[in-house]
């Protein structure tokens, strides 16, 4: 005879919030992308802060065309972050496709999904991580080919910079792009450099690897540099106001 299961159910509990009990923060990510994770994961590391992605379908290809295909995904990937629970911030994880798509749009795809969210994307951190770091004259770099480049750097002059000198390393591939390592882009900026006024350096793309570096190399050179993932990470903590300190990633983790 097989004795009868005790089942005690409804016993009492309590609850805490520690995980995001500061901070709860939202990025969709692109599917082709090796990259954000591991930079965000390196810059920010606070107690409390909590970072939650979503993958959007996309080419890994960039081109404007592939760039425009993310429009209608954006808001049904990110209702995939957290289902029925809210975020502080919510972030499109794309330079390229926020340029293309401009940020108006982007926001709104957004909000579709978290209406309580702050939103932002690369771009859009960018130029406020600009402002804050008082820079009007910026150095670009970008992997993209020239359909890309012209409306990179249209877009950052329609918000009020001068680009003095901009680079590209023409690939469109965002596997390749994500393995491009430090030193081939250190050598490039310091190329960049050599005959151009900048008051900051950054580079675009979420893919490419720099994060990391940006306080080694800002010392090299004695400006402040930034790239997609960088600012993206730093705009997301002040936005969620989280305005802690952090000099080890750079100047613009001190503002």
């Given at each position: 005879?097989?004795?009868?299961?005790?089942?005690?159910?409804?016993?009492?509990?309590?609850?805490?919030?520690?995980?995001?009990?500061?901070?709860?923060i939202?990025?969709?990510?692109?599917?082709?992308?090796?990259?954000?994770?591991?930079?965000?994961?390196?810059?920010?590391?606070?107690?409390?802060?909590?970072?939650?992605?979503?993958?959007?379908?996309?080419?890994?290809?960039?081109?404007?065309?592939?760039l425009?295909?993310?429009?209608?995904?954006?808001?049904?990937?990110?209702?995939?972050?957290?289902?029925?629970?809210?975020?502080?911030?919510?972030?499109?994880?794309?330079?390229?496709?926020?340029?293309?798509?401009?940020?108006?749009?982007?926001?709104?795809?957004?909000?579709?999904?978290?209406?309580?969210?702050?939103?932002?994307n690369?771009?859009?951190?960018?130029?406020?991580?600009?402002?804050?770091?008082?820079?009007?004259?910026?150095?670009?770099?970008?992997?993209?080919?020239?359909?890309?480049?012209?409306?990179?750097?249209?877009?950052?002059?329609?918000?009020?910079?001068?680009?003095?000198?901009?680079?590209?390393?023409?690939?469109?591939?965002?596997?390749?792009?994500?393995?491009?390592d430090?030193?081939?882009l250190?050598?490039?900026?310091?190329?960049?450099?050599?005959?151009?006024?900048?008051?900051?350096?950054?580079?675009?793309?979420?893919?490419?690897?720099?994060?990391?570096?940006?306080?080694?190399?800002?010392?090299?050179?004695?400006?402040?540099?930034?790239?997609?993932?960088?600012?993206?990470?730093?705009?997301?903590?002040?936005?969620?106001?989280?305005?802690?300190?952090?000099?080890?990633?750079g100047?613009?983790?001190?503002?």
């Amino acid at each position: 005879m097989v004795a009868e299961t005790l089942m005690i159910e409804n016993l009492p509990f309590k609850t805490e919030k520690v995980i995001a009990s500061r901070a709860r923060i939202g990025i969709v990510v692109l599917a082709s992308d090796y990259t954000i994770e591991h930079e965000f994961r390196h810059m920010i590391s606070i107690p409390g802060v909590d970072f939650y992605h979503a993958r959007i379908a996309n080419s890994p290809q960039i081109t404007p065309e592939t760039l425009r295909a993310m429009e209608p995904l954006i808001t049904r990937t990110a209702e995939l972050i957290l289902p029925g629970d809210t975020v502080d911030v919510l972030a499109f994880a794309c330079t390229s496709a926020a340029i293309v798509l401009g940020t108006p749009i982007v926001a709104e795809k957004l909000k579709a999904a978290k209406p309580e969210a702050a939103t932002t994307n690369p771009a859009h951190a960018a130029f406020e991580a600009f402002r804050a770091l008082g820079a009007k004259r910026i150095a670009l770099l970008t992997p993209y080919e020239k359909p890309v480049n012209v409306m990179v750097q249209q877009t950052v002059e329609e918000a009020g910079f001068e680009v003095p000198v901009f680079g590209s390393f023409n690939e469109p591939n965002d596997p390749v792009v994500a393995a491009i390592d430090t030193a081939s882009l250190k050598s490039a900026i310091a190329r960049m450099l050599e005959g151009a006024d900048a008051d900051a350096v950054f580079i675009s793309c979420t893919s490419v690897r720099i994060a990391e570096s940006v306080a080694e190399i800002e010392a090299e050179l004695g400006i402040p540099v930034t790239s997609s993932n960088h600012a993206l990470a730093w705009h997301c903590l002040r936005l969620a106001g989280i305005d802690d300190k952090l000099p080890e990633n750079g100047r613009l983790f001190a503002v």
